[in-house]
């Protein structure tokens, strides 16, 4: 359930300072080695990495209960998707309208109804199957869609559509009966990044692109990896992510000052506009 408890005097860092709190003291146990379970075991940089950042987070209770990778993931996108949903709101003078936040079929939204038929067509035939794949149906972590708008709403501050006028049929902002939201944003998260999710994430996107009736959504990630050398497998490169978003990014940029190749490739991937913070992300969205 998504919070409505965001105050209008509530600043950005207060949600960020509430986001990181929620994942310390919900997702981050210290393993008996003395590291947090973002870290990889095998890494001593991933080790001292995330030690780093969980120290500058400034957090003071951790849970104290292992939970399964599928339970961290899913805890993950749920504390993200309420600090968008929270953030989104305070945004609302900068990009008005009626918005959903949630998890859904891609299908559900207006660029890609048409593939809910396609996919039943390759599914009931096997050779159509064997040339273009099933996996058309994607189910995005976090979605955020416009709701079309009634003409009412278009014409509040005048008339701008003359009702006995055939015209502004087809876009889809305008709400007809059949109409389904607009998905304005897609977005993946990732709690680590292992080079196999990094690929299963670009083919999302790429399917996201390629098989849309319309505007392409916004399409980005979330995670907490602690080495910029693994966001890199994700974050390098254009064509398919519009951007990467760190939970703790000024975080991250302390702790590895420390570790030269981790800092050069850090660098790389800020200043190439491959990599923000998790703050940056609804002002982007905003856009």
């Known amino acids: 359930m998504l919070s409505d408890s965001t105050s209008p005097s509530e600043s950005f ?16 146990w210290i ?8 870290a990889d075991s095998s890494s001593k940089s991933s080790r001292d990495i995330a030690s780093g950042v ?18 961290t993931g899913k805890l993950f996108e749920e504390l993200t ?19 959903i936040h949630s998890a859904e079929a891609i299908s559900k939204f207006d660029q890609y109804e048409h593939l809910s038929e396609v996919e039943r067509m390759v ?46 049929r087809y876009s889809p902002l305008r709400r007809r009966k059949d109409s389904k939201p607009i998905l304005h ?23 996201l692109i390629r098989n849309r009736k319309g505007h392409t959504p916004h399409i980005v990630a979330v995670t907490a990896e602690p080495l910029p050398t693994r966001i890199a497998s994700l974050a390098l490169g254009t064509g398919d992510l519009d ?23 850090l660098r790389t991937l800020i200043d190439g506009k491959r990599l923000r913070d998790i703050s940056d992300l609804p002002f982007d969205l905003a856009v």
């Open 31 to 38: 393993k008996p080695e003395g590291y947090p379970n973002f």
């Open 54 to 71: 969980l120290k500058e987070m400034g957090c003071s209770h951790f849970r104290q209960a292992h939970l399964s990778d599928q339970q």
């Open 185 to 207: 944003a897609s977005i993946s998260c990732k709690w680590t990044i292992r080079s196999d999710r990094s690929q299963n994430i670009r083919t999302e996107a790429m399917n």
């Open 123 to 168: 599914r009931e035939n096997q050779e159509l199957a064997s040339i273009f794949g099933i996996d058309y149906i994607i189910k995005p972590d976090i979605i955020i869609a416009r709701v079309p708008v009634s003409d009412d709403e278009i014409n509040k501050e005048g008339t701008l559509l003359d009702l006995n006028h055939n015209i502004v």
């Open 13 to 28: 860092s207060d949600l960020r300072k509430k986001y990181h709190e929620r994942i310390c003291s919900q997702i981050v």
């Open 81 to 99: 998707r309420d600090f968008i949903y929270e953030a989104f709101r305070l945004l609302n003078h900068l990009r008005p309208g009626k918005w």
């Open 243 to 265: 951007c990467v978003y760190h939970m703790a990014l000024h975080e991250l940029e302390i702790a590895v000052k420390n570790n030269q190749d981790q800092q050069e490739m």
